[in-house]
């Protein structure tokens, strides 16, 4: 039985449909989801969407339609990894007198 090339089977192959993984505030976000997303193995573009009927402009993240459920886990896991850093941040902003009292000690 005869061997296929990778370049015939990849032409025998349907094009996935690319479907929108995320929305984002900005192109800056846009990028950083596709390039977290890419860093995971996922191909994705960044597409600008014009809609019609609200004037309204937004930009996506798309991923090819069987690669939408491993996209959501790991863009999800990077937010909660960024609301968790953020926070940390936060509360050593808020105790600036952290070690103060740390060696107080009354001998």
Do not use: C
């Not at 449909?17 to 191909?43: C, G, H, M, S, W």
């Not at 937010?79 to 007198?97: K, R, V």
Request: aromatic share 10%; charged share 35%.
């Amino acid at each position: 039985m005869a061997k296929r090339s990778q370049k015939t089977r990849r032409s025998q192959t349907k094009p996935q449909e690319f479907v929108v993984v995320a929305f984002a505030e900005d192109l800056e976000q846009a990028r950083e989801y596709e390039t977290l997303l890419k860093n995971n193995d996922i191909p994705a573009v960044v597409k600008e969407q014009h809609e019609h009927s609200m004037g309204a402009r937004g930009i996506v993240v798309m991923v090819p339609e069987d690669y939408l459920d491993e996209a959501h886990v790991v863009i999800e896991s990077q937010n909660a990894y960024d609301d968790f850093y953020d926070f940390a941040l936060e509360e050593d902003e808020n105790n600036t007198d952290f070690g103060d009292d740390l060696f107080d000690d009354e001998f």
